[in-house]
């Protein structure tokens, strides 16, 4: 699976370099979103928002501005119906198509309401989890954004080295199974 590390930071982007410069698979882009979308293939995109789905704020916004409030709706929907009191877990995924497109996203929520985030170790599941959910679903070429990187005020260094540490153990994991 080819991975997009994706942020317009680029405090971010050079603390991933720092960490997956070896990584053959992993490509570190430092853009916004819709000029990605513009220039790359993916078939998969990673919403790292909040656990009622609400996508308005920061990367999220992108998201929906690039396909469209449906995706909001449909994510929102989902939520409310799937998981109990209508809040996703933080940290859990799931895979859903997107309205009017071949490109999937996995929405996995790094807060259960905008805030920061003083458990970096949130960043560590995300990123397991959506690499989970991904491979899973057959995923060839996906776009993930720093968790925690804006909203979530989590260290650039410390959210690299924590994306990077769940990317070794799910390599790790996949490859004992």
Known sequence: MKIYL???NELIS???????HDCKNVEIVTADFEHFMDNHKVDCVVSPGNSKGIMLGGYDLAITKYFGKELTKKIQAYIAK???GGYQPVASAFITDIPGSKIKLIHCPTMLKPSVIYNPKIVNDCMYNVLKVATENNIQAIVIPAFGGMTGKVNPNELAKEMFDAYNL???NKKEA
């Open 82 to 84: 799937t998981y109990k």
């Open 170 to 172: 799910f390599i790790k």
């Open 14 to 20: 050079a603390a991933w370099n720092e960490y997956f």
């Open 6 to 8: 994706l942020d317009n």
